[in-house]
C-alpha cells in the first residue's frame, strides 16, 4: 500500500487492486490503531483510530480533498504534503 504522506505520526495510504472497493477512501494508521476514511464525506469508516488522530485525519483530507479523488479515479498515486 503506498505511501501518501506522514505526519504527528500518522501514516495515510491508499491501495488499489485493479479497482478498489468503493467508496474512495484513504486508510490512516497510527501505531497500532488503523482507520478507513470516506474521501468526500471524511468520515470513518471502520477502524479503531483514536479521537485526536481522527480529527487530525479530517483536517488534512480537508486540505487535500480534490488530489485524493483524482490520485483514486487515476490509479496514480503521489506523495502529498503533510498537515
Given at each position: 500500500m503506498p505511501e501518501i504522506a506522514r505526519f504527528y505520526g500518522i501514516v495515510i495510504k491508499?491501495?488499489?487492486k485493479p479497482k478498489?472497493?468503493?467508496?474512495?477512501?484513504?486508510?490512516?494508521?497510527?501505531?497500532?490503531?488503523l482507520g478507513e476514511f470516506n474521501i468526500r464525506t471524511m468520515e470513518m469508516l471502520q477502524g479503531?483510530?483514536?479521537?485526536?488522530?481522527q480529527?487530525?485525519?479530517?483536517?488534512w483530507l480537508?486540505?487535500?480533498q480534490g488530489e485524493l479523488q483524482e490520485?483514486?479515479?487515476?490509479?496514480?498515486?503521489?506523495?502529498?504534503p503533510p498537515l
Open positions: 491508499m491501495f488499489f478498489e472497493h468503493e467508496p474512495s477512501h484513504i486508510h490512516a494508521l497510527y501505531g497500532e490503531y479503531d483510530l483514536p479521537a485526536k488522530a480529527e487530525l485525519v479530517r483536517e480537508k486540505l487535500h490520485m483514486w479515479d487515476t490509479q496514480q498515486i503521489k506523495k502529498l
